[in-house]
């Protein structure tokens, strides 16, 4: 069993920048597409950003020019920096592979919440 663990989470005023931190014990990322993810309350996990092997990269409308995932080369951690955050990126950040490739079992994630 693989243990995701998120950390960087916190209290952020909006317009202020949180950075993001994902890895695994076993470096069970590196060499995969990895995703970050986000859950409001009683709403269903969404993926806000996401990272090829390669480090392609793509964004969900909402956070496009405003979040940026990163990764050393192929490798972890997998980092996910959030700049000009609003009260509606108040969420629960998670990190695990694509739904192509098959999640892990989901970590803990890290409470992000914004006030204006």
């Known amino acids: 069993q693989v243990h995701i663990v998120e950390s960087g989470g916190g209290l952020v005023q909006a317009g202020g920048s949180l950075r993001l931190s994902c890895t695994t014990p076993g470096s069970t990322f590196s060499n995969n597409a990895v995703g970050w993810y986000r859950q409001f309350a009683g709403k269903q996990r969404e993926l806000v950003a996401a990272i090829s092997r390669g480090g392609s990269t793509n964004y969900a409308d909402s956070v496009k020019g405003r979040f940026i995932i990163s990764r050393d080369n192929y490798k972890e951690p997998v980092y996910l920096q959030m700049n000009s955050l609003k009260p509606e990126d108040t969420a629960v950040y998670y990190c695990?592979?694509?739904?192509?490739?098959?999640?892990?079992?989901w970590g803990q994630g890290t409470q992000v919440t914004v006030f204006s």
């Open positions: 695990n592979l694509l739904a192509s490739t098959g999640y892990l079992d």
